[in-house]
């Protein structure tokens, strides 16, 4: 059963505007969030996280938002670059648990020029 | 900068081969995973451990086993390979004080 969804697989966005990616958990438990980004033949590569006792949290392009109520995160990137296709998964943890991650299926984001 | 490195980018096995994943950090962090992913599945943990000689169980065991006899090395053994054991193999590490994992460059195994 997963407790942590991304309905999207994929996303085409234009460069220069803004990706939106949405994911969903089912574990109230989580109370830390992560989203990675993967290139093809690589290994994930961290990109942003966010607590829970926080509903927002940017870093440069990135900012990811938080909804507790909803158990919902999203991650926006403004503005879009080429360099940004790739896979991003969306990561949650619970306290006590040694850490484990658990992950989403992943949205591949296409960026076109 | 944490570093995660693995022992191969790309394996060929055959069925009922014994494979060995190898996984090296070279931070002094307690807690290293193996994962693997497949695509619509994303990743998928297969064991961690929290310390030397310590290991648990993941959400998908079955077919592998791991070891941990020095704190910078953690490896993941395939008894007797499957097919359906062909996937990409990612190692990780994670941070002292944060739950945010740190990646090697992975190991996409295929199992003939």
């Known amino acids: 059963d997963q407790q942590v969804k991304q309905n999207s697989p994929s996303l085409s966005v234009q460069e220069g505007r803004i990706s939106i990616l949405n994911c969903d958990y089912t574990n109230s438990m989580f109370d830390y969030f992560l989203w990675y980004k993967k290139y093809p033949a690589e290994g994930p590569t961290f990109l942003i996280s966010?607590?829970?006792?926080?509903d927002k949290n940017e870093d440069g392009r990135f900012t990811v938002f938080l909804n507790k109520s909803a158990k919902h995160l999203s991650l926006h990137i403004v503005p879009s670059q080429p360099g940004d296709s790739a896979v991003y998964f969306c990561?949650?943890?619970?306290?006590?648990?040694?850490?484990?991650?658990?992950f989403g299926a992943g949205t591949q984001v296409v960026v076109t020029p | 900068d944490v570093k995660v490195t693995q022992s191969s980018r790309y394996l060929v096995k055959r069925t009922g081969e014994k494979v060995f994943l190898e996984c090296v950090q070279d931070m002094d962090h307690e807690n290293m995973f193996w994962y693997r992913q497949d695509p619509g599945l994303g990743l998928r943990l297969i064991y961690f451990?929290?310390?030397?000689?310590?290991?648990e169980k993941g959400d998908i065991p079955e077919g592998y086993s791991v070891s941990r006899e020095k704190k910078e090395r953690f490896s993941l053994i395939l008894e007797s390979a499957s097919t359906n054991q062909t996937s990409m193999y990612l190692c990780?590490?994670?941070?002292?004080?944060?739950?945010?994992?740190?990646f090697g460059p992975g190991t996409r195994l295929t199992v003939l």
């Open positions: 990561a949650a943890s619970a306290p006590d648990s040694w850490g484990k991650l658990q």
């Open positions: 990780a590490n994670r941070g002292r004080g944060t739950d945010t994992q740190y």
């Open positions: 451990s929290y310390d030397v000689k310590m290991k």
């Open positions: 966010i607590s829970s006792i926080k």
